[in-house]
């Protein structure tokens, strides 16, 4: 029986990284379907060698390519909720040997690597179910590596083989029960530690105290310091936000439940303004930098600037425009997930 009801699932985009076998695609069509009764989607991605080099593996010759900037083109290729890629070429992550896979817990993408794969077709077809089922697990936001589960670690291929082939007991639990169960827009596990870890949560290298200094009380108020009233005006402006937030909320559950095709196009369009948005925010950012320069030459040195000089300040300003609106973006991603109490499409990267 699938995770998802049928009134309620994320759309899936397979984003395939260069020349991916049709075995790899059809196997993993069929396990989001069987496993989470979703249908998901094919889009082509660029091949990895066109995203970044590949650098050798710190234990053998073979080249492989590092898993963030794959992921990172996985998303900007998928127009779905989650997206997980599907790639024959060897990946690795922060320099390490090759990987399986890898996915954000708790993120909107992942990567399945099928580079070796190849032995007999059972077996492949077997490894890349594991793989996908796994990948997705984290998508959702299901962090643990115990055994008996498909989240199992399996550092080697004959440890992947060994593994459990579905998730365990507990983690379809959590996956299913109507309390934790992944719902829009986060799509993620509501016991996830993605969505608990913050200031004052008790996880793994929290020391009790909230943001900026400040300390929980007994009675639950909060004990303000010098170096938590500065926050004040801006727990204001949360407030004045959270409506918005709840808007956007029951947006996203609305447009979940419209048919898929409705979806990608409203993504599509969604992905148009936003690229749009910022290639004109690029071109304002260079054209006021390149401005500044000239006022400051003129100011400094009281003559107009020579030929080489203004070409000079032209690259320097489309430099300045583009990490510029990178700035921003990040700016208004954090402030859209802050509002919604919880991250968008990062999280922490398992294998």
Partial sequence: MPIFPPERRPTVDLVTLGDVSGTTISTARQTLETTFGIVARRRRGPDPDRVCDPEPSPYTDEELFESAPLLDAIADASEADLAIGLTAAGIRHDGQDRLFGLGEVGGTSAVVSTDCFEESEREFVERVEKQVRKQMGRLLGLETTHGDCVLERAPFLRALDETESTFCVECRGRLTDPETAPAPPLWVVGDSPVL???????????????????????????????????????????????????G??????????????????????????RF??????????????????????????????GAAVVWGMIIVAIG????????????????????????????????
């Fill in 196 to 246: 608990e870890e913050g200031p004052g949560s008790d996880v793994e290298g929290s020391n009790g105290t909230g943001a900026a200094g400040s300390h929980a009380t007994d009675d639950g108020s909060l004990e303000l310091s010098l170096r938590t009233l500065p926050l004040v005006p801006i727990g204001f402006v949360a407030m004045a936000l959270s409506p918005f937030a709840r």
């Fill in 276 to 305: 749009w948005t910022f290639a004109v925010l690029f071109v304002v950012l260079a054209f006021l930098a390149l401005y500044a320069e000239l006022a400051l030459y003129d100011r400094v040195l009281g003559t107009s600037p």
């Fill in 248 to 273: 956007i909320s029951r947006l996203a559950a609305w447009e979940s439940t419209l048919p898929p095709e409705t979806r990608r196009i409203l993504h599509g369009g969604y992905r148009i303004v």
């Fill in 320 to 351: 300045l425009g583009y990490y510029g609106q990178l700035l921003v973006r990040a700016m208004v991603g954090g402030v859209y997930e802050g509002v919604l109490g919880g991250p968008q499409s990062s999280g922490t990267r398992r294998p």
